[in-house]
């Protein structure tokens, strides 16, 4: 299955004249990382305060758009311009998975939507991250498989949002794409488990 992170190249050729800006002024990787965990609890929080209005469902999309350029930029500052951490890492694993949790735990409020689904999506998005981030621990590089990855899931969840903020999803849908992207999740947990331990035999061997 093609996935996201698969654009990644031609998304980062499209931001790049931006990153260059950006580093021509003083701005560090890390203070974007944070920006876009910033953003999400923002995003996030519309949703919990105001869970019966369409808006904030029609802002969704808008702000994972913005989280996915924010998350491609910290990486390139840091790789293109000399600006990687040992703190960066810890910013950009750990403000990854808050930002998912803050962003998508609010739908659980959302009519038509299935509360239990929405904590188990989170919880196993969590740990498909868990999944990529522990491979560096049995000597790895860390793993970015699909189907249902970090881009993937903001794809997924802002089509959602957008379509029940226009009110043109059908009702017994909802919660079954809402299922359809937790066995997607639990494959993609396998994957790169199962990356992790073939790319380690290959290092041994």
Same mark, same amino acid.
């Not at 500052?77 to 910013?91: C, M, T």
């Not at 239990?116 to 590089?141: D, F, K, N, S």
């Given at each position: 299955?093609?996935?996201? /992170? ?18 021509? !002024? ?25 869970? /019966? ?50 962003? /998508? ?38 793993? /970015? ?46 994957? !790169? ?13």
């Amino acid at each position: 299955m093609t996935t996201v /992170y698969e654009l990644k190249s031609h998304f980062q050729a499209l931001l790049r004249p931006l990153v260059n800006v950006l580093a021509g !002024r003083g701005v560090t990787a890390n203070q974007v990382t944070v920006a876009a965990l910033l953003l999400s609890i923002v995003g996030g929080g519309v949703v919990l305060w105001q869970p /019966y209005q369409a808006w904030p469902l029609l802002l969704l999309p808008v702000v994972l758009l913005l989280r996915m350029g924010l998350n491609a930029m910290d990486g390139m500052l840091a790789r293109e311009h000399d600006q990687q951490s040992r703190l960066g890492v810890f910013l950009n694993e750990l403000g990854d998975v808050i930002s998912d949790a803050v962003l /998508y735990l609010p739908l659980g409020v959302v009519p038509r939507v299935y509360t239990p689904l929405i904590v188990g999506l989170v919880v196993l998005a969590i740990t498909c991250e868990m999944a990529g981030v522990l491979a560096v621990q049995v000597g790895a590089q860390r793993q /970015y498989q699909g189907p249902m990855g970090k881009s993937d899931r903001a794809l997924w969840l802002g089509t959602l949002a957008l379509m029940l903020g226009l009110g043109v999803l059908p009702e017994n849908y909802v919660n079954g794409v809402l299922g359809l992207i937790c066995l997607l999740l639990i494959r993609t947990t396998f994957n !790169r488990v199962r990356g992790a331990l073939r790319n380690v035999d290959t290092i041994v061997n």
